[in-house]
C-alpha cells in the first residue's frame, strides 16, 4: 500500500476583484484529491479551469476559502490552507518543492546559485550545492558558459532548465509542476521524463500540469480532471 | 474514514516551529494630537526573519519603524525584546542606559540618507570602528583590520578606508552604513527605504548584498519600503498599512500574487511592468 502525502479536501478559491467593483470570479470548489508516494498525478482540464490556482494554493502561494490541504511533513500532519506563514516557509524548505512556469529572476544572482538556493538554505555547504546544480546543468544540456550568469536575459528555455535544476535538486518528498517542459526541445523532454521517473523512483509524490501530450503520457500515473472542480458546477 | 486517517503521519498539533520570537510587538499605537501616526499594530518578528512594513507615503509605516526601535515613545502598547541570555525585556521599561547600549550593540538602523547614519568627517575606517569601541574594542590594529574586513564584505576597497564618506557615491554610503551597523554582529536590523534615492542598477547591487548578508549572518530584519519589488525580494513575510493601521499581513508571495484587501490589490496592480 503506498503511502498518501496529501490530501486536499473540499477546496475552494474565488477571487474578490476590489479595482473591478467587487466582482466575484470564481475559480474552484470541492477540489478533493490525494497524493501518493512514488507517483505522479497531473492536473488536467482546459486552459483557465484552475489548475494553476490549484498548485498555487498547495505551495502556500494563494490562500483558500475553504477546504483543507493537509500534508505530512516532517511525520506529522499540517493544513497548509491555515498554516502561520512561518510554517509555510518550513514546509517549502523541506516537504514541498515547487517548479514555476516562470523563473523569478533576481539581478546579479547566478544561474548556479539560483538553483543551489534550495540546498543551501537546507544547510548543504556551498561547494557541495554548487556540484549537484552543475550536475543537473549538464544533464538539461544547459550550455556551461551561462552557468555563472545571472539568467534573466536567458532564452525562455534556458531559464525553464534553471528552474527545474532548482526544482529538482532537493529530496523533498512532494513535488509540483506547473508546466515544466512548455518551452524545452524533445531532447530536453526527455531529459525531464527521465528526471520525474527517478523523483518517482525515489518515493516522491508528484503533482503536475503538462500541456504537452507525450510528456503527460510518459509520467502520469493518474489525472486529476479540473473540470470537475470548476466553481460553477457545485455552487447550486 | 476522517482526514487525518487517510495520511500516514500521526495526529498531531502544529508544532511551534522552534523557539520564541525575537521582537514584540503589541497593540502599538502613536498618535499626533488627535492624528494618528499609527494604531494597534500587534506582530511577532523570529530570529532571522526578514519583515517588510509597506504602504504608500504618509500610510504610518515610519513611524511604526520608529517606536518598534525606541526612536520614539508610542503612545500606548508594549514592544518586547528578547536579550541575549534569553529573558524578554519591554524596552520602554529600561533603564535609558541599558536602551542605548542594546541600540548600539545588538541592534542596528539603517536610514534612508546615509547622512542620517554615518559621521560623513571622520574616515570610512572609523565609521565602522565606532561601533566596536562603542562595545569596548580597544586594540587600534584589531579595529582597524575589522573595519577593512567589513568594508571588503561591503564591497568597499581597502584604498578607501581612510577617505571619509563625503568623497563616497551614494551606494558607497548606503554600504558604509551597513557595514558600520553590522559589524558588531547584532541580531536585529531596523530599515527604512534602505534603496530608496538609489540609482535602479546601484539599488539591485545594494539589495543583492543585502540578501547575502541577512542569510549569512541570520539577522532578524524589519525593513520599511514603498516598494514592493524591494518587500519581495528581501522579506519573507510583509505587513500592509494604510492610514497608520494593518491592512493585510502575511507571507509576501501570498500577500503579493493573492493580495486580499481592496487598498493591496490597489498597490499590486499598481507596479508598472517593465
Known sequence: MMNTLLVASEVKKTFIMHMRGGVELPVVANVSFSLKAGACAVLGGPSGVGKSSILKMLYGNYGCDSGQILVSHHGRHVDIASADPRLVLEIRRDTIGYVSQFLRAVPRVSALDVAAEPLMIRGVAQEAAHKRARDLFAELNLPEKLWSLPPATFSGGEQQRVNIARGFITDHPILLLDEPTASLDAANREVVIDLIARKKADGAALLGIFHDHDVRHAVADDVIDVSGFAAGKSAA | ?274
Open chain 2, 1 to 274: 474514514m476522517s482526514l487525518s486517517e487517510t495520511l500516514d503521519a500521526p495526529a498531531d498539533e502544529i508544532a511551534p516551529a522552534a523557539s520564541k520570537p525575537l521582537l514584540s510587538v503589541n497593540q502599538l499605537t502613536r498618535v499626533y494630537g488627535s492624528r494618528i501616526g499609527c494604531a494597534d499594530v500587534s506582530f511577532d518578528l523570529w530570529p532571522g526573519e526578514v519583515l517588510a512594513i509597506v504602504g504608500e507615503s504618509g500610510s504610518g509605516k515610519t513611524t511604526l519603524l520608529n517606536c518598534i526601535s525606541s526612536r520614539m515613545t508610542p503612545t500606548c502598547g508594549t514592544v518586547h525584546y528578547r536579550m541575549r541570555d534569553g529573558a524578554s525585556a519591554d524596552i520602554y521599561k529600561m533603564a535609558e542606559a541599558e536602551r542605548r547600549y542594546l541600540m548600539r550593540t545588538d541592534w542596528g538602523f539603517v536610514h534612508q540618507n546615509p547622512i542620517d547614519g554615518l559621521r560623513m568627517t571622520v574616515s570610512a575606517g572609523a565609521n565602522v570602528g565606532e561601533r566596536l569601541m562603542a562595545v569596548g574594542n580597544r586594540h587600534y590594529g584589531n579595529i582597524r583590520n575589522t573595519a577593512i574586513e567589513w568594508l571588503s564584505r561591503v564591497e568597499i576597497g581597502e584604498d578607501r578606508v581612510d577617505d571619509q564618506p563625503r568623497t563616497f557615491s551614494g551606494g558607497m554610503r548606503q554600504r558604509l552604513q551597513i557595514a558600520r551597523n553590522l559589524v558588531t554582529e547584532p541580531r536585529l536590523v531596523f530599515m527604512d527605504e534602505p534603496t530608496g534615492g538609489l540609482d535602479v542598477s546601484v539599488q539591485a547591487r545594494l539589495l543583492d548584498l543585502l540578501r547575502g548578508l541577512v542569510s549569512d549572518l541570520g539577522l532578524a530584519v524589519v525593513v520599511v519600503t514603498h516598494d514592493l519589488a524591494v518587500a519581495r525580494l528581501l522579506s519573507d513575510r510583509m505587513i500592509v498599512m494604510k492610514e497608520g493601521r494593518v491592512i493585510e499581513a502575511g507571507l509576501t508571495d501570498r500577500v503579493l500574487d493573492d493580495p486580499r484587501a481592496p487598498y493591496t490589490q490597489l498597490l499590486v496592480s499598481s507596479i508598472l511592468q517593465v
